[in-house]
C-alpha cells in the first residue's frame, strides 16, 4: 500500500490498518442488516491503493475483506481530509470501485462475480458532508425517464462517517479500541483545534493507551500529528498533555525526550555531511538551531506551562550550544530557575 503523504493520512492509517480498529469502525458505520451477515472473524487488510494520484495529499484509502453469507465481500475507506466538500465524490468512489474490481480480477487470475465493495467515506473537513450520497443523483435525466427506466440509470451510494457531527461523547459511543477513539477525535477537530479544550474528556482513553502492547508508537503517533498541524503560535501538544494524567504527561514528556535526541543526532550526521560547503552549513545549522528553539518552547510548555516573554526572547537569541544545555537541564529541572542556573 501506498504510504501516506499527509499527516491526516498516517494518522489515520497507524489506527486502522489492524482489523480489530478497522473492523471496529466498520461494524459502527454499516447498516446494522449488514454487520449481522459479515463473519468477522475473517476480516483481513488487503493490498492496493486505489485513489487518484493528484488527489494523494487529500484522502487516504485501506481495503478490508471479510465473507458475506459465505461470499467475499470488500470494505473500502476512503478518508476525505479536504476543507470543502467534494460535490463528486459518488463519480470518484465509482471509479475506485471499478479499479478495484480490475485489481480483484488480476489477483485472481481467472473471471470471477465481481464481489460486493462498500465504499466508506470518513470525512473530517471544516463543515458538514452535504454532498449527494448516491451516483444516480448526480446523473442528469429528467425525472419522469429515470422513473420509466430505472436500469438506465447507474447506482452507487456509500457509507459516510462524517466526523464534523460527533462530539467526544459520540465518538466514544463507537466503542472503538482507545488509540482509534483518539485517533478519530483529533482528526475530528483538527479544523477548529478543539482538543485543546475537549482533551481531558478523553484522558482515561490516554491512560488506557499507555498500557496497549504498543503504547510508545500510539502516543506518538497522536502527539506527532498535534506538533506537525500547529502553527506557528500554538503549543497543541502542551496544552492537550497538560489536561492528561500524571503518568500520561510524564510518558510524552519522555517521547518528546527521545524525539529531541534524535533530531539532534540526524542534526550532527547532516552538519558533518555538509560541513564541506561552508555557506550552505551556516544556512543549514541556522535552520537547524531555529527547530531545536522550537522544540525548546514546547519543552518549557510541558515541564512549566506557557513560557513568559523575557524566556522566548531569551531562547529566540540563544545559541545551538545554550539551546542543547537548557534542553538537558529541563529534564531533571523543578524550576526555570534550575534551568538558567549560574547562566
Same mark, same amino acid.
Not at 34 to 43: F, H, N, Q
Not at 105 to 134: C, D, I, M, N
Not at 276 to 290: C, N, Q, V, Y
Given at each position: ?20 480498529? %478497522? ?24 493490498? %492496493? ?82 454532498? !449527494? ?8 435525466? =429528467? ?63 490516554? =491512560? ?62 547532516? %552538519?558533518? !555531511?555538509? %560541513? ?47 539551546? =542543547? ?19
Amino acid at each position: 500500500m501506498s504510504e501516506p503523504s499527509q499527516p491526516h493520512d498516517s494518522l489515520f492509517k497507524l489506527a486502522f490498518s489492524d482489523t480489530a480498529s %478497522g473492523g471496529a469502525l466498520l461494524r459502527a458505520v454499516l447498516p446494522e442488516a449488514l454487520v449481522e451477515r459479515v463473519d468477522w472473524a475473517s476480516l483481513a487488510l488487503r493490498s %492496493g491503493s486505489f485513489t487518484d494520484r493528484d488527489l494523494g495529499g487529500l484522502e487516504s484509502d485501506l481495503l478490508f475483506s471479510a465473507d458475506v453469507d459465505g461470499r467475499e465481500a470488500l470494505f473500502y475507506f476512503l478518508v476525505e481530509h479536504q476543507s470543502s466538500v467534494d460535490a463528486t465524490m459518488a463519480w470518484r468512489l465509482w471509479r475506485y470501485v471499478t479499479r478495484i474490481w480490475r485489481w480483484y480480477v488480476g489477483e485472481s487470475k481467472q473471471t470471477p462475480r465481481l464481489p460486493l465493495v462498500v465504499p466508506v467515506v470518513v470525512y473530517h473537513g471544516e463543515r458538514r458532508w452535504t454532498a !449527494a450520497r448516491s451516483l444516480s443523483e448526480l446523473v442528469d435525466v =429528467d425525472s419522469t425517464l429515470r422513473e420509466a427506466c430505472p436500469e438506465l440509470v447507474p447506482d452507487l451510494r456509500y457509507v459516510l462517517e462524517d466526523l464534523t457531527e460527533l462530539d467526544a461523547s459520540a465518538l466514544r459511543a463507537r466503542s472503538l479500541p482507545a488509540f482509534a477513539t483518539v485517533a478519530l477525535w483529533a482528526l475530528r477537530t483538527a479544523s477548529d483545534r478543539g482538543f485543546a479544550t475537549t482533551a481531558a474528556e478523553l484522558s482515561d482513553l490516554f =491512560d488506557a493507551l499507555r498500557e496497549a502492547p504498543d503504547a510508545p508508537r500510539a502516543l506518538w503517533s497522536i502527539f506527532s500529528y498535534l506538533s506537525t498541524i500547529s502553527g506557528a503560535e500554538e503549543d497543541l501538544v502542551g496544552v492537550v498533555a497538560g489536561q492528561l494524567s500524571e503518568p500520561a504527561r510524564e510518558d510524552v514528556m519522555d517521547l518528546v525526550e527521545h524525539f529531541a535526541e534524535q533530531k539532534k543526532e540526524e542534526g550532527r550526521a547532516e %552538519g558533518r !555531511a555538509e %560541513g564541506h560547503a561552508e555557506g550552505h552549513a551556516e544556512g543549514h545549522a541556522e535552520g537547524h538551531a531555529e527547530g531545536r528553539r522550537t522544540l525548546l518552547l514546547k519543552l518549557f510548555t510541558l515541564k512549566f506551562g506557557p513560557p513568559s516573554e523575557p524566556i522566548q526572547k531569551r531562547i529566540a537569541a540563544a545559541s545551538i550550544e545554550d539551546i =542543547d544545555r537548557w534542553a538537558e537541564r529541563i529534564l531533571t529541572a523543578t524550576t526555570l530557575e534550575d534551568v538558567f542556573v549560574s547562566e
